[in-house]
């Protein structure tokens, strides 16, 4: 398993009128703790891009346990499990300051060929980033 942590403070943009995280913001705060984890482990987007693969979200799950507050730092967990295959799951748990969960979630997404947009195997890219982590 591997595990990355993201540190993101709430901003009042991101609020609703009780100053609370909205709901919508949740997926974006997902995908910088995703982005960062694969910069963690080597690879970016860009990267990605480059070889001609795109990674499109397939599925998202959230679950709310209480609510995140402007102004508050907040820590994102991100998991990944198991290796990717053609799809590639992300789980995330989010902590307010006082380390009390807040949100769990998860995203799914699946390499692309970024011509046609139709599925493909792993990317010899990841194989080769994830091979020796999973052994």
Same mark, same amino acid.
């Given at each position: 398993?591997? =595990?990355?942590?993201?540190?993101?403070?709430? @901003?009042?943009?991101?609020?609703?009128?009780?100053? #609370?995280?909205?709901?919508?913001?949740? /997926?974006? #705060? #997902?995908? *910088? /703790?995703?982005?960062?984890?694969?910069? *963690?482990?080597?690879?970016?987007? @860009?990267?990605?891009?480059?070889?001609?693969?795109?990674?499109?979200?397939?599925?998202?799950?959230? @679950?709310? #346990?209480?609510?995140?507050?402007?102004?508050?730092?907040?820590?994102?967990?991100?998991?990944? =499990?198991?290796?990717?295959?053609?799809?590639?799951?992300?789980?995330?748990?989010?902590?307010?300051?006082?380390?009390?969960?807040?949100?769990?979630?998860?995203?799914?997404?699946?390499? /692309?060929?970024? !011509?046609?947009? !139709?599925?493909?195997?792993?990317?010899?890219?990841? =194989?080769?980033?994830?091979?020796? =982590?999973?052994?």
């Amino acid at each position: 398993m591997l =595990k990355s942590y993201t540190k993101i403070r709430v @901003r009042y943009g991101e609020t609703d009128r009780m100053k #609370y995280l909205h709901h919508g913001n949740y /997926a974006l #705060y #997902y995908e *910088e /703790a995703r982005s960062k984890m694969l910069r *963690e482990l080597g690879v970016s987007y @860009r990267d990605i891009e480059d070889f001609g693969v795109i990674m499109p979200v397939l599925e998202m799950t959230s @679950r709310f #346990y209480i609510p995140a507050k402007f102004d508050e730092l907040l820590t994102i967990i991100t998991y990944i =499990k198991e290796p990717p295959k053609v799809r590639f799951k992300f789980e995330y748990e989010i902590l307010n300051e006082n380390n009390e969960l807040v949100n769990t979630g998860t995203t799914t997404l699946v390499f /692309a060929d970024s !011509k046609t947009g !139709k599925p493909i195997r792993t990317p010899q890219i990841f =194989k080769d980033l994830f091979f020796d =982590k999973f052994s």
